[in-house]
């Protein structure tokens, strides 16, 4: 296995020495304060199991009816947790805060796109979210009904979410960036019965349209399922409209400003939310509601220290899973003030998060390596928008998430944005996972840069082989978890038997989750660090795409044979996304592969979605094959990088092959 046999040379290479112990003005203060209760919650989590998450689940949660039970193993994988209690998702996050003091704290600050903001309460969050769910209800949406939403970062699109928990359906977000293909795929494989979208989203001063990405999608064929779709007015801008589009503010104008909760089963589906794999199609990971709110309410607590003055800021996308569990719920079911962001790093300049953070007195500020690496490339073209030129003072604790952060990153990121003073979370979770499932803690866990360091109280992380055996701290290995916890993926939408081979293989005894990571301990901290991906799924820009999605769509044009995507490393987007492309025509060169390569790179944009677009695409008469025929995307990831192939190709069915496809266009 190649990724791991990098992981180690990595790790022999270059060990990182550096240790940032939490100052001790923020362990004084925190929720979880030094390693000793750090190891007593671990400690407390592995005596009781059970005991230990039903406390949790009590404590934090309201229940209609209790629970008898935590965690049932009796029908694995495929676990459930307080099963046969009952609650609401919606209820959890709002309706409690009318009575505990929160009423008139502000939920979201929401800053636009033009740099205006806004301001709404939890009580006026709740009448919002209870007039819309009044207004699905109206149009027939029900318990168990599938969702779509396809909105902009708005208050509305927090809402659309928190509507459909309030009334037990289960909504599957699509991300604005994802193309009429993508939706009408997601559409057609979650049975939906609605639409929520808005006329346009905002983004960097431009107008772009979503209704119509939805009425193409229409056109597409298969959408008939699909009742009413609910338009949020953003921007004003002209849309088509028929007979089953219905205006937001038109479906909620008269509904009574309360709406008594759907009481479902703490496992009933909150949400799909569709992720790339390792096969072309997206994988509909269904969630459930009890577990999955427990965790991300916990950990909010426990890796994000939050109190009840913090201003929280999570610069996710709700499309994204992040954008799910730490903007749509946990922070809302933690009583959070939080910052809903409907713009772009880079607009207008690269100083946006800065200006942003001092101008709400942000005190917690979550976000992803590759914006902070695309920020730190602008601060040094343009120290106006450095962040030394921003009063950040607010600000008592960083995080990171969706992909590795390089050490060097990580110190620009504590040191000119936390000002040597904030611990940095590098949290790693996945879709999956539901929550964050390693991180420092950080009035506890000493940080080392570039290490998600340990896991969190209850979640059983473990290295092994190919075979399930445990691997010494300092071999690296699979990334699995050996127990249950309760935000884990429930099954995949549709494909119960996809969920089993994927994450609980027969080879490693079918009752492990397998993340899909490789990763490795260091020998005297037992730290964990990822060392990335061991299916063919990539990471750009912290965005997870499938190379056999990308192949797909490639060869889906008519012009296209043949198509081999790799990904290789990239400064600041992590890893960017490689296509070997063979055509039914003669292999084009010069002028010519450059305009079908732009034609090429416009249709992936077309078929899945502008982040999936190539950055490189190079033109061959073939691929590297072995004589049985199978692609070596090996060689062609040596290529890709733009190193020379040293190893022996000569079981190659065409090793001349790898001189065409050196050459970038
Ligand atoms: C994949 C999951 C986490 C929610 C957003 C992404 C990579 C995520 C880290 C981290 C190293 C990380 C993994 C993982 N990843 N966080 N802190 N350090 N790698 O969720 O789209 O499901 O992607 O992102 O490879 O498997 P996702």
Known sequence: MSEIESANETQTGKQESRIFPPPATFQAQANVSGMDDYRALCAAAQTDEQDFWCKLAREQLQWHKPFTQGLDESNAPFYTWFADG??????????VHLTNGNADKTAIIFEADDGTSSKISYRELHQKVSKFANGLRSLGVKKGDRVIIYMPMSVEGVAAMQACARIGATHSVVFGGFSAKSL?????????????????????????????????????????????????QRTGGQVHWSTRDIWLHELTKDQPADCEPEWVSAEHPLFILYTSGSTGKPKGVQH???????????????????????????????????????????????GATQIVFEGIPTFPNAGRFWST??????????????????????????????????????????????????????????KNVGRDLCPIVDTFWQTETGGIMMSPLPGATPLVPGSC????????????????????????????????????IRT??????????????????GNIYLAGDGAIRNKETGYFTI?????????????????????????????????????????????????????????????????????LRNWVAKEIGPIAKPKEIRFGDNLPKTRSGKIMRRLLRILAKGEVITQDVSTLENPAILEQLKEAL
């Open 86 to 95: 009952e609650m609401n998702v919606s209820y959890n996050c709002l309706d």
């Open 184 to 232: 009408q795929e997601r559409i057609i494989d979650a049975g939906a019965v609605a639409v929520i979208t808005s006329d346009y989203q905002v983004r960097g001063g431009k107008q772009l349209p979503l209704k119509a990405i939805v009425d193409e999608a229409f056109t597409l064929g298969g959408c008939e399922g699909i009742a009413n779709v609910v338009v949020y």
């Open 288 to 334: 459930s509601s009890g577990g999955y709110l427990l965790w991300t309410k916990l950990t909010m607590q426990w890796v994000f220290d939050l109190k009840p003055t913090d201003v929280f800021w999570c610069t996710a996308d709700i499309g994204w899973v992040t954008g799910h569990s730490y903007i749509a719920y946990g922070p809302l079911a933690a």
């Open 357 to 414: 953070i001092e101008k709400h007195k942000t005190t917690i500020f979550y976000t992803a390596p590759t914006a902070i690496r695309s920020l730190i490339k602008a601060a040094d073209g343009d120290a106006t928008i450095h962040p030394n030129k921003f009063n950040l003072t607010s600000l008592r604790l960083l995080g990171s998430v969706g992909e590795p952060i390089n050490p060097e990153a990580w110190m620009w990121y504590y």
């Open 453 to 488: 360091t340990l896991p969190l109280p209850g979640i059983a992380s473990a290295i092994v082989d190919e075979a399930g055996h445990d691997l010494p701290n300092g071999q690296g290995g699979l990334l699995v978890v050996k127990r249950p916890w309760p935000s884990m």
């Open 492 to 509: 995949i939408w549709n494909d119960p038997e996809r969920f089993k081979k994927s994450y609980f293989p027969e080879e490693l005894g």
């Open 531 to 599: 060392t990335g991906r061991i299916d063919d799924v990539l990471n750009v820009s912290g965005h997870r795409m499938g190379t056999m999605e990308i192949e797909s769509a490639l060869v889906a044009n008519p012009m296209v044979a043949e198509a081999a995507v790799v990904g290789r490393p990239d400064d600041t987007t992590g890893e960017a996304i490689c296509a070997f492309v063979v055509l039914k025509r003669s292999r084009p060169t010069g002028d010519e592969a450059r305009q079908i390569a732009i034609e």
